[in-house]
């Protein structure tokens, strides 16, 4: 993502005050002058900008501060409340119930991605269980009805379209009532893409609105205009009562910055956030979590919220497995296909904190995927007595004539498939290991469950684990141990907005 170059450059400039060896007027100021230097390099408005080191200044008051207090910390709060004010509009996002039919118009202008992103957002829904269709209501653009034809079809959701009807109101108006009949929970109508000076199209949009009677219109913005995006928000805002505000592109230009803060202007909540040209590639948005994954904090929150779509605590006799201390190659294999369901692995990089969601290039993360997969399938020639052995690499160790049936059945090395029983063994370890601990897997505190000295072994254990580029860019031992700490917290529900992020934030 582009916008993690707006990242790096910000959080070095926080950085820079734990270089510091006095924190004062001169050192503050030098920080706030790197910082509003990369928000204009993202095309954020130069009065915005202004404003926000204003209101930092304002806050940091030298000749008031206590001597205890802790004035990097305080800097650094300061920043990232201002930044979560620069996009975030203040008013609450529109969001369906389930149960009912919730109808919802795209609008946008042409070339914003319009008719992908209702193909992400219904693909999205579908995911967590709610019936999602599309409508194709966009007569103007040769090929529409094709395109969303394909994508409906390659993401298995229902569509409805025309090409002989080329009324747009009248598609709108059967496709909604044919899938309302149908209880049909999202209803994703696609409209015409539209210039704001084409005062024709934009009477369609309005009759397409009074027919359909949508309970969300959502506006599709593309973030290569930049601060652009303010004044085509409130063209479409005078026409339509626009509720949402999708962006897309954001992965692929520095002006992402500017348009989230000049939506942010014309009070229109932001939705989602497309991130590349997947059908997966499509995240949530979400003000205080943003700004945090920006900065390399992580997102503690959605990692859970990830976790829990997975619905792994439902695995019964895996958590039996594992307050045993057990661990198949079968166990691997599934953990294996929940990463894979996971999405992206630069998404959930970017969740993690100390990592920022670049840390992966797009060849790295093709890379990744392909190794996971060809793992799966080294596994998937495995038959049932070695994958569900509780002896898992020694069985191989015990008959070689194992692993070269597996490698030629998977096309692979022998080498791959050693390389894979090592992988194992150490994962193996962790969990017998862990599993002689008592309390971790009883739920609730983990603080409280398991004694101190026994979390460092965890931590210790995890850091022998990972690769050293990993454990650096988290902050070593340190990182890994507000790293669990957070997600205890966040699993317990107690976040409570960016007070306790900063934990070990520039100290590495």
Same mark, same amino acid.
């Given at each position: 993502?582009?916008?993690?170059?707006?990242?790096?450059?910000? *959080?070095? %400039?926080?950085?820079?005050?734990?270089?510091?060896?006095? @924190?004062?007027?001169?050192?503050?100021?030098?920080?706030?002058?790197?910082?509003?230097?990369?928000?204009?390099?993202?095309?954020?408005?130069?009065?915005?900008?202004?404003?926000?080191?204003?209101?930092?200044?304002?806050?940091?008051?030298?000749?008031?501060?206590?001597?205890?207090?802790?004035?990097?910390?305080?800097?650094?709060?300061?920043?990232?409340?201002?930044?979560?004010?620069?996009?975030?509009?203040?008013?609450?996002?529109?969001?369906?119930?389930?149960?009912?039919?919730?109808?919802?118009?795209?609008?946008?202008?042409?070339?914003?991605?319009?008719?992908? &992103?209702?193909?992400?957002?219904? =693909? =999205?829904?579908?995911?967590?269980?709610?019936?999602?269709?599309?409508?194709?209501?966009?007569?103007?653009?040769?090929?529409?009805?094709?395109?969303?034809?394909?994508? %409906?079809?390659?993401?298995?959701?229902?569509?409805?379209?025309?090409?002989?009807?080329?009324?747009?109101?009248?598609?709108?108006?059967?496709?909604?009532?044919?899938?309302?009949?149908? /209880?049909?929970?999202?209803?994703?109508?696609?409209?015409?893409?539209?210039?704001?000076?084409?005062?024709?199209?934009?009477?369609?949009?309005?009759?397409?609105?009074?027919?359909?009677?949508?309970?969300?219109?959502?506006?599709?913005?593309?973030? &290569?205009?930049?601060?652009?995006?303010?004044?085509?928000?409130?063209?479409?805002?005078?026409?339509?009562?626009?509720?949402?505000?999708?962006? *897309?592109?954001?992965? !692929?230009?520095?002006?992402?910055?500017?348009?989230?803060?000049?939506?942010?202007? *014309?009070?229109?909540?932001?939705?989602? @956030?497309?991130?590349?040209?997947?059908?997966?590639?499509?995240?949530?948005?979400?003000?205080?979590?943003?700004?945090?994954?920006?900065?390399?904090?992580?997102?503690?929150? !959605?990692?859970?919220?990830?976790?829990?779509?997975?619905?792994?605590?439902?695995?019964?006799?895996?958590?039996?497995?594992?307050?045993?201390?057990?661990?198949?190659?079968?166990?691997? =294999?599934?953990?294996?296909?929940?990463?894979?369901?996971? !999405?992206?692995?630069?998404? @959930?990089?970017?969740? @993690?904190?100390?990592?920022?969601?670049?840390?992966?290039?797009?060849?790295?993360?093709?890379?990744?995927?392909?190794?996971?997969?060809?793992?799966?399938?080294?596994?998937?020639?495995?038959?049932?007595?070695?994958?569900?052995?509780?002896?898992?690499?020694?069985?191989?160790?015990?008959? &070689?004539?194992?692993?070269?049936?597996?490698?030629?059945?998977?096309?692979?090395?022998?080498?791959?498939?050693?390389?894979?029983?090592?992988?194992?063994?150490?994962? %193996?370890?962790?969990?017998?290991?862990?599993?002689?601990?008592?309390?971790?897997?009883?739920?609730?505190?983990?603080?409280?469950?398991?004694?101190?000295?026994?979390?460092?072994?965890? /931590?210790?254990?995890?850091?022998?684990?990972?690769?050293?580029?990993?454990?650096?860019?988290?902050?070593?031992?340190?990182?890994?141990?507000?790293?669990?700490?957070?997600?205890?917290?966040?699993?317990?529900?107690?976040?409570?907005?960016?007070?306790?992020?900063?934990?070990?934030?520039?100290?590495?």
């Amino acid at each position: 993502m582009v916008l993690a170059d707006l990242g790096r450059k910000i *959080t070095s %400039a926080l950085k820079s005050l734990s270089n510091a060896t006095i @924190i004062n007027e001169e050192v503050l100021n030098e920080m706030l002058k790197e910082i509003c230097k990369a928000l204009l390099e993202a095309d954020v408005n130069i009065k915005l900008v202004k404003q926000l080191r204003e209101n930092v200044r304002s806050v940091i008051d030298f000749d008031e501060m206590a001597g205890g207090l802790n004035k990097r910390r305080m800097i650094q709060s300061a920043v990232f409340k201002e930044l979560v004010k620069l996009i975030d509009p203040g008013i609450k996002a529109w969001q369906p119930m389930k149960g009912k039919n919730n109808v919802i118009m795209f609008v946008g202008l042409q070339g914003s991605g319009k008719t992908t &992103t209702c193909t992400k957002m219904a =693909y =999205y829904y579908q995911k967590k269980g709610w019936k999602t269709c599309l409508i194709c209501a966009d007569t103007f653009r040769a090929g529409a009805f094709d395109q969303l034809k394909q994508n %409906a079809t390659k993401a298995r959701i229902p569509f409805y379209g025309s090409y002989a009807e080329m009324d747009p109101v009248v598609i709108a108006q059967e496709g909604v009532e044919k899938f309302r009949n149908e /209880n049909f929970e999202v209803i994703i109508v696609d409209t015409s893409g539209r210039h704001k000076q084409e005062d024709s199209l934009f009477e369609e949009m309005l009759q397409v609105n009074n027919a359909v009677d949508p309970d969300n219109v959502v506006f599709v913005m593309d973030a &290569t205009i930049g601060q652009a995006c303010e004044s085509q928000a409130r063209a479409f805002k005078e026409k339509v009562d626009v509720a949402s505000v999708i962006i *897309t592109k954001l992965d !692929g230009h520095a002006k992402g910055g500017g348009a989230l803060s000049a939506v942010a202007a *014309t009070k229109s909540p932001v939705i989602f @956030i497309g991130t590349g040209e997947h059908t997966d590639d499509f995240e949530p948005f979400k003000v205080q979590p943003f700004i945090s994954k920006l900065l390399g904090m992580g997102d503690i929150e !959605g990692l859970i919220d990830k976790v829990n779509e997975l619905k792994l605590d439902d695995n019964e006799e895996l958590m039996k497995k594992l307050k045993q201390g057990q661990f198949t190659l079968r166990d691997m =294999y599934e953990q294996f296909q929940n990463i894979m369901k996971m !999405g992206p692995f630069s998404q @959930i990089m970017g969740m @993690i904190p100390g990592f920022s969601s670049d840390f992966l290039t797009k060849g790295g993360e093709q890379e990744s995927m392909a190794r996971l997969k060809k793992l799966m399938t080294i596994m998937d020639s495995m038959n049932d007595a070695e994958l569900d052995s509780l002896e898992g690499e020694r069985l191989f160790a015990k008959q &070689t004539g194992r692993a070269l049936r597996v490698a030629r059945g998977a096309g692979v090395s022998i080498r791959e498939v050693n390389e894979l029983l090592t992988q194992y063994k150490k994962f %193996a370890q962790m969990v017998k290991k862990m599993g002689g601990i008592k309390g971790l897997f009883k739920g609730g505190d983990m603080s409280k469950n398991v004694n101190p000295a026994q979390m460092t072994k965890i /931590n210790q254990q995890m850091a022998k684990m990972m690769d050293p580029r990993v454990l650096q860019q988290m902050g070593g031992m340190q990182g890994i141990q507000n790293m669990m700490r957070q997600f205890q917290q966040g699993a317990q529900g107690k976040f409570g907005g960016g007070g306790n992020m900063f934990n070990g934030f520039g100290d590495r």
